[in-house]
């Protein structure tokens, strides 16, 4: 079979097998708003509306008001290159719309370029003192390697499927400026990856068989709990946030479907100064992840630091250092709509400026 | 404060559009982050990713020197040697599964460096070093290279190895129908080719066509060709080439 419809093939059937390592598991919570990746992931201390409850759930008791989120959201991810080659199938285009439909001509951008897309879409409901949400998060990175592992050519596939409810809880520790919450989760997880020697024919010819993959992307499952706590002192200009996050808090046990990683417990810092007038605010945070080295996380990939610039409530822009590269993102609220742009670059790997990936997000938020 | 809080803000919101290096990356260019240095095989990824075969030949040379028992590398510096001959290891590979060419010089025409253009020393040195290529992956224990091996990267070298083979049997029989001074195809070069060379050509393509891989079946198929001849292997090629 043509290596070229062998991908093609894969692709098409969404297949994965276990086994891939490629993309390290990554540090930022499961489900990480738009505007936060902006402000390069640093959300300890400031998070935005569903993203509160999985980045600090402490922060729930602190915006001074009772009610914090009702709404759904979806997000779109994806990397610059293959926004690149979108354009391309564009009718009017340079090259003309007949490559639309045709797999080969995919392949042979993520020949050329990797392919990286996905997705989150939340529903949840937020207040002063907790709240429930369920999420969904799915992306796929395909990179193919003119001289893969073996020295052969080789199509490497990773890809994410989060999907799980949370239920937390919080307050405010009384006559004390700290507070306190818990975010119970509920998660279904998939990490498919393979790393595909397309010369090799066995190894093509058991993602021909649509059975066999939907069987290896079966979902684990598993419960598991984060505890936050927050230092919140308030000034008339100027306030300091001082955050402490205990994610999977003893580990959460994942069963079922392919044996993926059990999360492991991880503990975070993070600092922050907000300037503020009535309406305006600009809030620079830093935090410093994986404080036990839990996953042998690289300072790089440890360290988030960002700024977010709110405007009259209406309007925010943001950038920061995400992965050890520049983000930058900027959201409207428009009352019962917000949407979000960003731009951010990952590291695949843990190694800094081996396999970076250039992704833009597209936000849009229904609720209040 | 609040004015060197508002710079430090300021210029984090302006360097999203500067720059595109990683902050973590050897040697550090932030006080704030440590850099974390990059394993061997990190170093070759990332060359590789760049299209660096130039480094990654080097840091592959000097690894395999330091552990010459990890046999993984061996393939992946034989496919750096294919990459920096000219060698398209991809588009052969396309071409073997979709191509109705009989001949091995038809199939690998379009994916080995033409001569055009090229002195013959460049043309030399690149046969020279498709000849690494092999030598790399011939370093590796029989036992590795056998069918029967279940090392993840036995499959990867043993085609490697028949690819590279029909490969340089090609490109020495360009040698034959070229002329270098005049930068034409020239049938009267067949007159040069002499017994060794035939050897050499046809132990080339035996071995390949021997040896599985994508251009076994080409490599056979080219070999039953020019032993049609009923003569010695060197006027049995000579009368292939100049057909």
């Keep these: ?368 | 404060m609040r004015m060197r809080v508002l710079t430090f803000a300021l210029v984090f919101l302006a360097t999203p559009s500067c720059g595109t290096g990683n902050l973590g990356e050897c040697p550090a260019t932030s006080p704030l982050v440590k850099c974390t240095g990059l394993t061997t095989d990190e170093k070759i990824r990332r060359a590789l990713n760049e299209e660096d075969l130039d480094t990654a030949r080097t840091l592959l040379e000097d690894a395999i020197a330091e552990e010459p028992d990890n046999y993984g590398r061996y393939p992946l510096l034989s496919a750096v040697y294919a990459g920096l001959a000219g060698f398209k290891l991809l588009a052969i590979l396309q071409q073997s599964s979709s191509s109705g060419s009989s001949s091995i010089t038809d199939a690998m025409d379009a994916f080995l460096p033409s001569p055009q253009g090229m002195s013959r020393e460049e043309y030399d040195a690149k046969i020279a070093l498709l000849g690494d290529a092999i030598t790399t992956i011939n370093a590796l224990p029989a036992e590795f290279l056998a069918t029967a091996s279940t090392d993840k990267y036995a499959a990867s070298a043993s085609q490697q190895l028949g690819i590279y083979q029909a490969a340089q049997a090609s490109m020495y029989m360009k040698l034959f129908t070229y002329d270098f001074t005049t930068g034409s195809a020239d049938p009267a070069q067949i007159s040069q080719l002499t017994d060794q060379d035939a050897a050499r050509i046809m132990g080339l393509l035996s071995a390949a066509a021997t040896g599985g891989g994508p251009m076994a079946g080409i490599a056979a198929s080219t070999l039953a060709a020019i032993n049609a001849g009923g003569g010695t292997d060197r006027d049995n090629l000579a009368n292939f080439l100049g057909s």
Excluded at chain 1, 89 to 110: E, N, R
Excluded at chain 1, 136 to 149: H, I, K, M, N
């Design chain 1, 1 to 368: 079979m043509d290596p070229a419809w062998s991908i093609a093939a894969i692709i098409s059937l969404g297949g994965f097998t276990t086994g891939g390592t490629a993309i390290a598991r990554d540090l930022s919570p499961i489900y990480e708003e738009t505007f936060d990746i902006a402000a390069g992931g640093a959300s300890l201390t400031r998070a935005t509306r569903y993203g509160v409850a999985l980045a600090n759930p402490a922060l729930l008791p602190v915006s001074g008001s009772f009610h914090r989120w009702l709404g759904s959201e979806f997000a779109l991810h994806i990397n610059k290159e293959s926004v690149d080659y979108a354009k391309t199938l564009l009718p009017g285009s340079s090259s003309g719309s007949s490559d639309s439909g045709d797999s080969s001509a995919f392949v042979d951008h993520v020949f050329q370029s990797p392919f990286l897309a996905g997705t989150q879409t939340s529903l949840a409901y937020l207040n002063a003192y907790g709240g429930i949400g369920f999420f969904s998060r799915f992306e796929v990175d395909l990179e193919a390697q003119e001289y893969g592992p073996t020295g052969m050519p080789a199509v490497i596939l990773n890809g994410k499927s989060y999907s799980g409810g949370t239920l937390s809880g919080a307050g405010k520790i009384p006559f004390t400026p700290f507070s306190l919450g818990v975010t119970g989760k509920y998660l279904m997880l998939a990490e498919p990856g393979a790393a595909i020697d397309v010369a090799d024919p066995n190894a093509v010819a058991q993602f021909q068989d649509p059975a066999a993959l939907s069987a290896l992307v079966t979902p684990s499952t598993g419960t598991g709990f984060d505890i936050g706590a927050l230092m919140f002192i308030q000034g008339p200009r100027v306030d300091w946030r001082l955050a402490l996050k205990v994610d999977d808090v003893g580990g959460t046990r994942l069963n079922g479907g392919d044996a993926i990683d059990d999360f492991k417990q991880v503990t975070s810092i993070g600092a922050a100064m907000t300037l503020h007038t009535g309406k305006d605010a600009l809030h620079v945070s830093v935090d410093k992840r994986d404080l036990q080295n839990a996953y042998d996380t690289p300072p790089f990939k440890a360290t988030r630091a960002g700024v977010k610039l709110t405007l009259r409530g209406y309007a925010g822009i943001a950038a920061g250092w995400y992965d050890g590269y520049p983000s930058a993102g900027a959201e409207l609220d428009l009352i019962f709509l917000q949407i979000g742009v960003a731009t951010y670059r990952r590291e695949i790997t843990g190694a800094p400026g081996v396999n970076p990936r250039n992704v833009y997000v597209m936000n849009m938020a229904a609720g209040f």
